[in-house]
């Protein structure tokens, strides 16, 4: 861990309002300020590494919107992360993690078998049959918390059913490489299908290598820094293989980790290559705004957007998807308070920290019913999965959709 970003810090407290569980506790020690003040004084053996230190580092989100604040361009999220991480590495993988990490997420076609379960699960009705019982209560909280996320699973992979080329519509300018990030492809592939779409639309050829793998996101969160640098290798070596202008994506986590393959693969130049063509999907479409506005046509409802962490705060793209979003005509776009703060899914910290998650939560869920909007639009998959979650009960009549569907939407009206 580099001591000096820790020392950065100069304690003006200007993260402090941007920090959910600071705003949920007003605590010091779950603040940004706070955080860096804990690990640079272990870094400076004043501490220990104490459970109940691990326990307050645990409550960040990660969600980095200290980063966006800080005038000194201190990362306390990052910083949290990268002293987590480093702890976890020396631990080395659990039989649970080497499983997941090693033997399932690198290899697609086995992740894919692997959620056949859950889709019988929800097509012989089961599902239903034990939501109505409340089966689950009888199972460990995190399990039910789990299952409690989990849309209707599409029928197959878009991995499994997209083609590897899809050529472009009318004259060809350019040609892009589509990342399926895991779960976008698993669980949210009608919006990836509208992105390839919309691609194709503005007249370029989309090839999505079917070998692709994980982003490599999972083993970072574990700590597997080796399963992170095998996962960018192989990503860099296929993508490399082909003549693209961008490698694009539309899984905001995704994108975040893509963008650091030239750093985790220390300076690589193909991989550097790699990360400097990718561009989250909205950065692409922005480039094509007066082409978009000529081809989409009217959609009347009241738009809101929330802002995922990994798309306004570690990649700071903020402007392209709301510019996008008010050149669909008759679109009436409503501006959500904190729109840029965390939703509470962070990974699996919604699972893990469900009561701080639940609060950060629902702040963010009694401003977008402030907004009056009868869509929701964002677009990172931890972000739908917690937020069709809750709007499902809180506020069922409003949609919540991947951006690139709603220009679709409006694309086909
Ligand atoms: S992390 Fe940045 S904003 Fe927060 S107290 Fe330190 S210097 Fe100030
Ligand atoms: S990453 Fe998010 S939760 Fe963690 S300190 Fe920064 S603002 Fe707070």
Excluded: W
Aim: hydrophobic share 40%.
């Amino acid at each position: 861990m580099d001591y000096v970003k820790l020392i950065n810090c100069m304690r003006c407290g200007m993260c402090l309002p941007h920090c959910p569980t600071y705003k949920e506790t007003f605590l010091e020690t779950a603040s940004p300020r706070g955080r860096v003040a804990l690990v640079c004084k272990v870094q400076e053996g004043e501490l220990d590494k104490s459970e109940l230190l691990l326990e307050y580092l645990s409550m960040c989100l990660d969600c980095q919107a200290c980063a966006s604040a800080c005038p000194c361009g201190v990362n306390a999220g990052e910083l949290v992360a990268e002293f987590t991480c480093e702890r976890r590495a020396g631990a080395g993988l659990g039989f649970m993690e080497d499983l997941i990490l090693r033997k399932l997420v690198p290899h697609p076609d086995r992740l894919e078998t692997s959620m056949v379960p859950m889709r019988l699960y929800q097509r012989t009705g089961l599902q239903k049959l034990v939501r109505k019982l409340g089966i689950l209560k009888m199972f460990p909280k995190p399990l039910e918390r789990m299952e409690g996320l989990l849309p209707a699973l599409p029928a197959r992979p878009l991995r499994r059913e997209i083609a590897e080329i899809t050529p472009a519509t009318g004259t060809e300018r350019g040609t892009v490489g589509f990342f399926l990030g895991c779960v976008m492809s698993l669980i949210f592939s009608d919006a990836s299908r509208a992105t390839i779409k919309l691609l194709s639309s503005l007249g370029y050829k989309v090839i999505t290598p079917k070998n692709q793998v994980c982003c490599g996101a999972p083993n970072m969160l574990a700590g597997d820094l080796a399963g992170l640098k095998e996962a960018a290798r192989t990503n860099v070596e296929i993508f490399g293989g082909h003549r693209i202008d961008f490698i694009i994506t539309d899984c905001g986590g995704c994108g975040a980790e893509l963008k650091k393959y030239g750093h985790h693969l220390d300076g690589d130049l193909m991989a550097e290559a790699f990360s400097g063509k990718t561009r989250d999907i909205s950065q692409l479409l922005a480039l094509h705004v007066d082409e978009l506005r000529v081809m989409l046509k009217p959609l009347p409802p009241k738009v809101t957007y929330h802002d995922p962490c990994h798309i306004a705060h570690c990649q700071g793209i903020r402007r392209e998807p709301r510019e996008l979003l008010k050149l669909v005509p008759g679109l009436e776009y409503r501006e959500l308070a904190e729109a840029d703060a965390c939703c509470g899914s962070a990974g699996t910290y919604n699972i893990e920290k469900p009561e701080m998650s639940d609060r950060v939560l629902l702040r963010k869920v009694d401003n977008i019913r402030k907004t009056g909007a009868d869509y929701l639009v964002t677009s990172n998959p931890g972000c739908l999965l917690q937020l069709k979650k809750a709007l499902a009960v809180e506020l069922p009549s409003l949609r919540v959709v991947h951006l690139t569907e709603l220009l679709l939407m409006s694309l086909n009206a």
